[in-house]
Nanobody
């Protein structure tokens, strides 16, 4: 159904910034929320942040602490601006979409973010 495509990952140094983008291959589409998850080697996928259209706001995991910012454009492309990156931010970052408020069920292929010290 909906295909999500992430871009913007790469290899950076600690303290650098990256901006990830996620675009849907089919627009428009019904969306309750769109967000970002990440998964480091040997760890489970964890929530990073999301935008909820019903409430019209963003919400983040505690570890973000002001470093990351999610934004949305009119075409429902979601962005993740990551500043002050740390080595522990190294992970594959996934875009996700919740079409009906029941949970994230559409996932992108992931984009690798590697932060060296």
């Amino acid at each position: 159904q909906v295909q999500l495509v992430e871009s913007g990952g790469g290899l950076v140094r600690a303290g650098d910034s990256l901006r990830l983008s996620c675009a849907a291959s089919r627009r428009p589409f019904s969306t309750y929320a769109m967000g970002w998850y990440r998964q480091a080697p040997g760890k489970e996928r964890e929530f990073v942040g999301a935008f909820n259209w019903s409430y019209g706001n963003t919400y983040y995991a505690d570890f973000v602490k002001g470093r990351f910012t999610i934004s949305i454009d009119n075409a429902k492309t979601i962005y993740l601006q990551m500043n002050s990156l740390k080595p522990e931010d190294t992970a594959v970052y996934y875009c996700a979409a919740d079409p009906s408020g029941t949970g994230f069920e559409y996932w992108g292929q992931g984009t690798q973010v590697t932060v060296s010290s």
